[in-house]
Structures are given as C-alpha cells and as structure tokens.
C-alpha cells in the first residue's frame, strides 16, 4: 500500500463550488505540505503544517484553506474554485529525524490530484 | 527568499549515452540540502538524489550522480547510461534546513529528459 495516498485521483468541478482534497499518510511523519504544480512553474507551497497544532502559510495561500485532523491527515479546501484554480495538486510529508526508511527532511509525494475548474 | 532556476526547459539523449541537467539556486541560508527529483508520466513525484550543503563529495546514487559547486551555487545532475525509463520531468530543488525559511522546499520549473532508442 502507498505511504501517502491522495483523494480523489482527478476532479472536474464547476466554479463556485467547494471542494476538498485530502490526504492522508502511514509513515508516521509530524509534518506535511500542500502543493500544486503548474506547466513552466514547477511546484510552488501553499500550506504546511509541522504538527496538529501548527500550520503556516506557504507562497501562494490566497484562495484556499488547511484542515490538519491528526497527525495522519491534511486536507486543502478551495472554497469558491475559479478556474486558475486548474492544477495537479500534491501532498507531501517529511519527518526531521528521519530514520528507517525515512531520509532526513526529504519530503515524500502522494500521487497527486489533476483538478479541472470550469 | 530562495529560488531555484532550471534553464533546461527540454533536453533528449540516446539510450545509453550521459546526459547532464543543469540547476541553479539562490539562498541566504548556510545550511541547506539539495534534490533531485523525478516525476515520470505517472505523475508521482520519486527522489533521485540528495546533497546536504556542508558535504564537499558529490553524492551518488547508481547511475545517478550529482556536480555540486557550493560557491557557484550550481547542482547539476548527471544520469549515465541512459535508459527509456529515464524519461520523465526532472525538477531540483532547495530545501532550507535552517533561519527563517527553515523546512521550506522550493522547486525549479522542471526539465523534460527524452530518451531515444
């Protein structure tokens, strides 16, 4: 089973519309991030969170909001979506200790979700 | 604020020759790390390769090895014997391991390798 998994896998909604992405993970990892990927932009942070209790800003927050549920769990929110909204969006976790199969401070990538805005 | 620049939108090699993708990054920060990542038409996003800052040898990894001119803040990766399933997008990128950036990863807009048979 995949260390971080990501849901849905692909959404096509209408602007306007509330949508969650969600993202949970096993590794065990405290911290983990949001992220979407745009053509010739790469991947730029929206959200980050480095325990339940702690979540920050990233470089391109406006328009979109974090749940941290547990330590397992970290959904991105678009409120009211707008179509350069459209992007592949990523969660991601790292742990700064590392160790087993975990490097420390490198960050692990679910598979992504391809959200289209009308 | 830390960037990072690919200015490699594209590069193709052929099946088992060496190819080299270049990367540029700016920081304030003394402490850092340094990736590569892979993301093949899958779209999952799969590390290939790290550098911690203060480690002068050139980390490695199989066919997969890195140049890294700390003063010229240049991290080029450099992928021998090039096989089909090289092909993908290939970003680096910067990861602050210390000051007010701490736990920050920033990417490069990414380079597209092809492989040809």
């Known amino acids: 089973d995949a260390d971080v998994t990501q849901t849905p896998r692909n959404r096509i909604t209408k602007t306007g519309k509330r949508i969650m992405l969600e993202c949970s993970q096993t590794?065990?990892?405290?911290?983990m991030y949001w992220y979407r990927q745009d053509p010739g932009l790469g991947l730029r942070l929206i959200y980050y969170?480095?325990?339940?209790?702690?979540?920050n800003k990233g470089e391109i927050s406006d328009g979109y909001s974090v749940s941290r549920q547990a330590q397992a769990k970290f959904s991105l929110s678009l409120e009211s979506a707008i179509p350069n909204q459209t992007a592949l969006y990523f969660c991601?976790?790292?742990?700064?200790?590392?160790?087993?199969?975990?490097?420390?401070?490198?960050?692990?990538f679910g598979p992504g979700t391809r959200l289209t805005v009308l | 604020a830390q960037t990072v620049t690919q200015s490699q939108p594209e590069m193709s090699v052929q099946e088992a020759e060496t190819v080299t993708l270049s990367c540029t990054y700016d920081?304030?920060?003394?402490?850092?790390?340094l990736f590569w990542y892979k993301q093949p038409p899958s779209r999952q996003m799969i590390l290939v390769i790290r550098?911690?800052?203060?480690?002068?040898q050139n980390a490695t990894e199989n066919r997969f090895s890195v140049n890294f001119q700390k003063a010229a803040k240049s991290f080029s990766l450099k992928i021998s014997d090039s096989q089909l399933g090289d092909a993908a997008m290939y970003f680096c990128?910067?990861?602050?391991?210390?000051?007010?950036?701490?736990?920050?990863?920033?990417f490069g807009q990414g380079t597209i390798l092809t492989v040809h048979p």
């Open positions: 920081t304030s920060e003394s402490d850092y790390y």
């Open positions: 990128a910067e990861f602050n391991a210390g000051g007010t950036s701490y736990g920050k990863l920033t």
């Open positions: 550098q911690e800052a203060y480690k002068q």
């Open positions: 590794k065990g990892h405290d911290r």
């Open positions: 991601a976790t790292s742990d700064p200790n590392g160790g087993g199969r975990t490097i420390t401070d490198t960050q692990y």
């Open positions: 969170s480095f325990d339940v209790k702690d979540i």
